[in-house]
């Protein structure tokens, strides 16, 4: 008797089957016939079949498990305070997460918009439910992130660059590449935007190595929050992930779809490597302490999850649909990252340019030398040097080190990503509606002159989006004084001298840079000197960008 | 060669400039310090009248950038002042919705080991199949406009207050769904009558014309005023508290009721919501009298849409023995509350037009 009266027995109650709940769940939706709605955000794509839900996951369900997730989320914060994780952790690391956890709330928020879009687009019910629970997921990725940050600001040695985080957002030289990121989620065609760039690319490929790389990177410098958060963030991915492929799955079969599918893979991979793998592998690769030669290297992680998981078998398996894919691409952003050390030039890059930063970034040490060697075979004979000069000039008792000559040669930025165009030798130039425009390779010459065009391969694309307004950074200050530049962005402390970003992890003050140490020094756009000089100054001055610099002692 | 200086990351481990800084700076807070929700939201999304240097970086092909003021017809001398009164952020909303759920799932599951859906009398059956039943089609449709709002406000706190706006709607939707589905194992219910009602019932066609005149507009402020100051009050709320959840207990059925209420709950906050940043910007010195006057032009759309919808809706209430629910009733509290609605965002009712 006893056995039929156990609590699972006594509270056991049938319920509607899940796959008839979600019959009648897509079954809400109906064809309007009294008002006819206004597609907003309009599409060049064909886009007639309705897309499947792959995860037949009810609000009743998905409410609690989200819930539970926070629950954990919070509780693990708590307990890293209780077991005084601060104490342990590795200020490097955290001085970074001012730029990262300053970027990614708005690329987040962006994908919540980003559904409105798609939901519009997607003709059916079935994928409803899906879009209503990536909009709100994005809604939490976004909130719990700033709440991170405020965590790191309130617990944190130098809270100096949290508090101004999101202004600092709008401002600084290095989120401006976030922001291309962001923006592409709900700018220009619909299809382009929701679908193939954020959910087929970036979430399908690239958050990865944010959501995956950088948490593994966290908890080896004693951050155990990062990761309690982003891995809680990317277990959510798996559903915009079936949501993505969903999607793709009812536009593929178009013959009509293909070319345009062709030219948002390219553009989509292209720009998610440069803007990507330029901050996380920056921050992975810098940012961390941890020289442990057992683990894996920023370009092992990319062969791992970006070559072996994501190309091999997602993008690969899409030629069967006659989707064309430029495994050329592919090679060429490996090469960059293997054989052009795209990474290091970007750190090179943030590095130099600490002074319109608002973190500290920490200088190279003898045991990081002995491990970008190890991992990178040549790396000191490129980078050896800078790094021995970031050091010497890192007390204010010179002007900072872009100003001292030791050859480096500030970069032009790139109009497509938004990263400069670091790699000299495929620096490019070109003129759009009579323009001229700088770019960092030529597939993003190609995205800014082709993809993001009136049209393609001779069809029209008037939904398509496009690069515009003040993209390039140095032209808002353009032979501004560096001091006056960093007291406009705002990255001056709380004494109203010392500024924000240092070259290092001192916290006494007469090591701490000042306002009056900027004094003097003239900040310039490269594009706008480029332009203008006189053509033959051009090509001379191309050229020399293209052969590169050498590093001298200082 | 040098080591890197600080060897302890806690606060407090060293004093200088700015190590006393434990606050977001960059916005004034609403109260006399900022809220959780403030931290979190306020900013997210950056305008290039606030901190965004360089202004919008992308645009669509008619050179409007990704977000644009143009978006709506109403103009704010600073919309980021608006802050909701709900103050949701992820995990309270999380926090409520979870409750809500987990709450009608015991309440569902109680009455259901009880058979309490066996004694629900047979015509109120007939009534949950047919108009609650059409019932949850109004509440998805009201979820999907909200969804397309959500991404066209100039700042984070605008968009937010209509995504957990949807995010509401949709759950009603969802739990009315599976409701009937739920108690359909226990009595016979036909779980694809609310649709057929929905779409053909002569009643329902006015409440269909209002939604979907909802779902057609672009403006995300009239999508968001249309939904919480004139069909909620009008329509919403009415079918919802004056109908179902009054008409229930004579019926034997105490379970309904619960389950809808919580949307009345939800209509508190997303009206209170509504109410606070309408107010905002009746109140711009600049232009709040146009904006009133916009929003009037709004109400001559939908409020006769959404009168029209209540009166054609009157119908359900005699399909009953519901000697003691007078639809004239309910309808005038309705009408009482728009009014308090028009008149807490001082919008009068355009020249002309009576309720």
Known sequence: ?554 | MAQSAQKSGAAGSSTFSGSDSRRYNYFEAAGRRATVYEDVTVDVQPDPRRHLLQGWIMSFADGTPSYSEDATVIKCSDWHVYRAPDQEWERTHFQRQSHIENTIKMVVDNARAAGAPDRFDKNWVSVLENHLGALKHAEFGIGIALTKAQRDGVTQMVNNTMLTNSSYKYRLAQDITLYLGDIGLDIDIDGDAGKKTWLEDEAWQGVRKAVEAIMAATDYIEVYFAVNVVYEALVGELFRSGFIMRAGAAHNDYVTPAVVSAAESDYQRNLANTVSLLSMLNGDAEHGDANKAIMQGWLKTHLPLCTGAAEQLQAVWGIEDNDDLDFGSVFADAKDKFRSILSAIDVNLPEGTSL
């Open chain 1, 1 to 554: 008797m006893s056995g039929n009266l156990t609590l699972s027995k006594i509270v056991k109650q049938k319920s509607i089957s899940i796959t008839e709940a979600t019959r009648r769940i897509a079954d809400l939706g109906w064809a309007p016939t009294y008002f006819e709605e206004i597609l907003k955000y309009p599409t060049d794509y064909k886009v007639e079949k309705a897309p499947k839900d792959p995860m037949k996951q009810v609000l009743r369900s998905y409410f609690p498990m989200q819930e539970e997730k926070d629950n954990r989320v919070y509780g693990a914060l708590d307990a890293a305070l209780r077991g005084d994780m601060f104490r342990n952790v590795e200020p490097r690391w955290i001085e970074w997460q001012k730029l990262f956890l300053a970027i990614i709330p708005f690329p987040e928020i962006s994908a919540a918009r980003s559904m409105a879009i798609q939901s519009q687009i997607a003709p059916g019910e079935d994928l409803r439910t899906g879009f209503t629970m990536q909009m709100i997921d994005e809604f939490r990725h976004s909130t719990i992130q700033m709440n991170l940050k405020k965590w790191y600001m309130e617990n944190y040695v130098d809270p100096a660059g949290f508090d101004i985080t999101e202004a600092a957002f709008g401002k600084c030289y290095a989120t401006t590449i976030g922001r291309q990121f962001g923006e592409g989620f709900i700018t220009g065609d619909a299809v382009t935007s929701t679908n193939v760039y954020l959910q087929v690319v970036a979430e399908t490929g690239f958050t990865n190595t944010l959501f995956v790389a950088m948490p593994s990177e966290a908890a080896r410098n004693g951050d155990y929050a990062l990761p309690t958060v982003f891995l809680s963030v990317q277990s959510d991915e798996s559903r915009h992930i079936g949501n993505g492929h969903s999607f793709l799955m009812s536009i593929v079969k178009e013959p009509e779809n293909l070319d345009l599918l062709e030219r948002d893979l390219r553009y989509a991979f292209w720009q998610n490597h440069a803007i990507v793998d330029a901050a996380i592998g920056t921050i992975i690769e810098y940012g961390t302490k941890d020289r442990d030669k057992n683990k894996e290297s920023y370009a092992e992680l990319w062969h791992r999850w970006i070559y072996d998981d994501y190309y091999r078998t997602y993008l690969l398996p899409l030629e069967k649909y006659g989707v064309k894919i430029h495994h050329d691409d592919v090679e060429a952003a490996w090469d960059r990252i293997v054989k052009k050390n795209y990474v290091h030039k970007v750190a090179q890059f943030f590095s130099v340019g600490w002074p319109v930063a608002f973190w500290r970034i920490d200088g190279m040490v003898d045991e990081d030398f002995e491990w970008f060697e190890a991992k990178y075979p040549g790396w000191y004979n490129e980078f050896g040097q800078y790094w021995e000069n970031y050091e010497k000039a890192s007390l204010p008792n010179q002007p900072p080190l872009l100003y001292l000559d030791q050859g480096y040669i500030y970069p032009h930025r790139c109009w497509s990503c938004n990263v400069p165009a670091l790699i000299r030798e495929d620096f490019c130039v070109d003129e759009v509606e009579g323009e001229l425009y700088t770019y960092c390779s030529e597939t993003c010459r190609w995205t800014h002159k082709v993809a993001f065009a009136a049209e393609y391969n001779g069809r029209a694309t008037p939904a398509m989006g496009r690069f515009s307004g003040r993209r390039q950074w140095e032209e808002c200050y353009h032979g501004w004084d560096l001091a006056d530049v960093i007291k406009d962005l705002g990255f001056v402390r709380s004494d109203g001298k010392t500024v924000i970003q240092q070259p290092h992890l001192h916290m006494e003050d007469d090591k701490m840079w000042k306002l009056e140490h900027f004094k003097g020094l003239e900040l310039r756009s490269p594009l706008m000197d480029l332009r203008a000089m006189s053509p033959e100054e051009r090509e001379k001055h191309i050229a020399e960008y293209r052969a590169g610099f050498t590093i001298k002692p200082i």
